[in-house]
Nanobody, 119 residues
């Protein structure tokens, strides 16, 4: 089984930055992807970014392109989300996710970490 442990959430002023990290442990897979989703109050979960572990290929939601960067640390088996130029609308619970088959289905989820951006 896989466990995802997130850290880095908090309160930041608009225009500021935060970095979220997610450590994965347990079973490894051959073609997996990791990503981030978020859920704002009163809204459904929204795709933020994803990274294919083997190739390093990334993709981003339009709403965060140019502001957020997803990256990996192979040695530590962690994925991070660097969030810059934060906006109040970025306020949400952010979830680290694992797509263990690399097919777009995120099978494992972290507990979520709160990001609050004040205006």
């Amino acid at each position: 089984q896989v466990q995802l442990v997130e850290s880095g959430g908090g309160l930041v002023q608009a225009g500021g930055s935060l970095r979220l990290s997610c450590a994965a442990s347990g079973r490894t897979f051959s073609n997996y992807a990791m990503g981030w989703f978020r859920q704002a109050p009163g809204k459904g979960r929204e795709f933020v970014a994803t990274l294919r572990w083997s190739s390093g290929s990334t993709s981003y939601a339009d709403s965060v392109k140019g502001r957020f960067t997803i990256s990996k640390d192979n040695a530590k088996n962690t994925v991070s989300l660097q969030m810059n130029s934060l906006k109040p609308e970025d306020t949400a619970v952010y979830y680290c996710t694992l797509d263990h088959r690399g097919n777009g289905e995120y099978d494992y989820w972290g507990q979520g970490t709160q990001v609050t951006v004040s205006s």
